[in-house]
Nanobody, 118 residues
Framework: VQLVESGGGLVQSGGSLRLSCAASGFSFSSYTMSWYRQAPGKEREWVAHVINPGGRTNYADSVKGRFTMSRDNAKNTVYLQMNSLKPEDTAVYYC????????????WGQGTQVTVSS
């Protein structure tokens, strides 16, 4: 099982980035996919998810209206389009795959760094 995030980097405040998470080794389309982030000295926090089944997308209040999550089941990939970035969005962003059981499965990627300069 692998989740590989990419697309992070350094961007100025107000800029945009698009993160990708490529999945392999499990039945991607049957999993709920999520993005989390962890800033230095802070706990990891949920950012957004696409629920399976149904495809409904939900966002944390802190990113609502600025971030858009999508998934492409044909490519086993999820995306996080991040617009109007703020310095407080600086964090390591992680992708998570989750499926309720029994049995329950949960997989995490290694993370990608996003740094927003003021």
């Amino acid at each position: 099982v692998q989740l590989v995030e990419s697309g992070g980097g350094l961007v100025q405040s107000g800029g945009s980035l698009r993160l990708s998470c490529a999945a392999s080794g499990f039945s991607f389309s049957s999993y709920t996919m999520s993005w989390y982030r962890q800033a230095p000295g802070k706990e990891r926090e949920w950012v957004a998810h696409v629920i399976n089944p149904g495809g409904r997308t939900n966002y944390a209040d802190s990113v609502k209206g600025r971030f858009t999550m999508s998934r492409d089941n044909a490519k086993n990939t999820v995306y996080l389009q991040m617009n109007s970035l703020k310095p407080e969005d600086t964090a390591v962003y992680y992708c998570k795959a989750f499926r309720f059981g029994p049995p329950t499965y949960e997989y995490w990627g290694q993370g990608t760094q996003v740094t927003v300069s003021s």
